[in-house]
């Protein structure tokens, strides 16, 4: 099973700068990577696949970057609707397995 | 755009199995595009994959569970199911139904999420 760390746990950003999460995975997923948001009481949604790719309806600010076992989600400019919990998803091995996720809050 | 609700027991005892039905609406749950999954999150915690089937009821399952979990699809009712046998307070958590996009495995739609308590 490929083990996916998250860091940090937390990260308290003001609105209008950049927030940086990183992830990574025990062995090389290529660009097998996806980036779920999850917001109090409701379902994840999906942010980014193939590490890079935006989602349809993701706003421009979300970017994700990053191959083999280092990748990176940037939100540019922190609004305050994007205060969540961020999880990384690796899809190249089964079984699918996420990372314990980052949560996001705005100062 | 698919849309997925999830119904189920809420409280079940130690012991016992766990039974929750996923009912898609629309789309067909043939569509070629998706296969049908289960995700599970205990309270405060991260996220879990279980497992996914295929309209024609091919599976894949997380060992995690060491074979207490069972998916089925019923393609006449548009709904999809989860069986997790021999329930412990560790399997209490919201558990999810989606759809995963075939090409990019990737959970496009979601269901609200139903909350299972196992407790005596």
């Known amino acids: 099973e490929i083990v996916v760390t998250q860091s940090p746990a937390s990260l308290s950003v003001s609105p209008g700068e950049r927030a940086t999460l990183s992830c990574r995975a025990s062995?090389?997923?290529?660009?097998?990577l996806a980036w779920y948001q999850q917001k109090p009481g409701q379902a994840p949604r999906l942010l980014i696949n193939g590490a890079s790719t935006r989602a349809t309806g993701v706003p421009a600010r979300f970017s994700g970057s990053g191959s083999g076992t280092e990748f990176t989600l940037i939100i540019s400019s922190l609004e305050s609707e994007d205060s969540a919990v961020y999880y990384c998803k690796q899809y190249n091995n089964w079984p699918l397995t996420f990372g314990g996720g980052t949560k996001v809050e705005i100062k | 755009q698919l849309q997925l609700q999830e119904s189920g027991p809420g409280p079940v005892k130690p012991w016992e199995t766990l039974s929750l039905t996923c009912t898609v609406s629309?789309?067909?749950?043939?569509?070629?595009?998706?296969?049908w999954g289960w995700i599970r999150q205990p309270p405060g915690q991260g996220l879990e994959w279980i497992g996914n089937i295929y309209y024609t009821g091919g599976t894949y399952y997380n060992p995690s569970l060491k074979g207490r979990a069972t998916i089925s699809v019923d393609t006449s009712r548009n709904q999809f199911s989860l069986k997790v046998t021999s329930l412990t307070a560790a399997d209490t958590a919201v558990y999810y139904c989606?759809?995963?996009?075939?090409?990019?495995?990737?959970?496009?739609?979601w269901g609200q999420g139903s909350l299972v308590t196992v407790s005596s």
């Open positions: 062995q090389s997923v290529s660009s097998n």
């Open positions: 989606a759809a995963l996009q075939g090409t990019t495995v990737t959970f496009h739609f």
């Open positions: 629309g789309g067909s749950i043939r569509s070629t595009n998706y296969y």
